[in-house]
């Protein structure tokens, strides 16, 4: 099941839980809005007030890139080659997400699969990054933050859901999130996303056209939706939710799992000439 937990802070950008996820991982999100100038890139400094959110966008004149241009393509400041993806088996802990009549829990059936999932995508030659490894529950904040953290990663939650046709497969990709920018220029913690939405799309839709050819019934396209998972994360980023969790035995579900897997990994595959990386970890495309 998808989640839309609204728990960030009114007034705040970032929650002290992700900044302290960023500062652990060295990931000054210093995110460029989307601008039709595409000018230079935000590069994120030492200088970053530790108070101030941690995204800024590309109306501050200060660049710290010698050379970058305003072509968005092809400059010193990007790169091709998308390498990494990152990988959120939703839900763990506490919170085992939907449950099935028979005791089965998402929680531990997209732990699972994510297994198959990390194969089929190092099999593509990805590498692939885990937000948790075993029975844990770790926040969305520091979930967002193992994509935002890294240069030009990808990032899919799995999910199972408690809807929809059995053996079938839904793409969902964030609702749209205005930039919201402060007067300082800077976009909230809580529209990362809000750059990336082309790209997410783009890619949601690869992943479902593929999906689709394997699950008779799924969609033919990604459908947007509110997922809270997604608002934050800084990268091109898609929720993966399989139907359902009411199956009478988990083994329907298993059975998904390589089929799903492949989808994922060959649609993360056809995407990548469609991805130019930003050097800077967290930096709008
Ligand atoms: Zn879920």
């Known amino acids: 099941m998808l989640l839309d937990v609204r728990n960030l802070p009114r007034n705040g950008f970032l929650s002290p839980l992700g900044m302290i996820s960023l500062l652990v991982l060295s990931a000054a999100i210093l995110l ?6 595409q000018s230079q890139p935000a590069v994120p400094t030492a200088q970053t007030p530790a108070t101030a959110p941690a995204i800024s966008t590309a109306s501050s004149p200060q660049s710290g890139i010698p050379g970058s241009t305003t072509s968005p393509f092809g400059t010193p400041s990007q790169r091709s080659g998308l390498s990494i993806v990152v990988l959120d088996p939703a839900h763990g802990g506490t919170d085992p997400g939907a449950r099935g009549t ?115 019934g799924s969609p033919p396209t990604a459908q947007a939706a509110t997922v809270r998972q997604l608002r934050t994360t800084a990268a091109p980023a898609i929720a993966v ?45």
């Open 32 to 37: 460029r809005a989307q601008t039709s100038t």
């Open 102 to 216: 028979g005791g089965i829990r998402e929680s531990e059936i997209v732990l699972d699969m994510a297994v198959q999932v990390r194969r089929a995508l190092e099999l593509q030659g990805f590498q692939v990054v885990q937000t948790r490894q075993g029975n844990d529950n770790p926040s969305f904040d520091d979930r967002s933050a193992r994509a935002n953290a890294q240069r030009g990663a990808v990032f899919v939650t799995l999910h199972i859901s408690s809807t929809g046709l059995p053996g079938t497969v839904r793409v969902y990709v964030s609702s749209e999130l205005p930039p919201l920018t402060d007067s300082k220029g800077l976009i909230p913690w809580d529209r990362a996303q809000a750059p990336f939405l082309s790209l997410s799309r783009k890619f949601g839709d690869l992943v479902q056209g593929l999906l689709a050819q394997r699950f008779k």
């Open 241 to 285: 939710e399989i139907s359902s969790i009411v199956v009478d035995d988990r083994a329907q579900l298993d059975h998904m799992g390589q089929g799903v897997a492949d989808a994922i990994a060959e649609g993360a595959a056809a995407f990548r000439p469609m991805y130019v990386v930003p050097s800077v970890p967290g930096v709008a495309p």
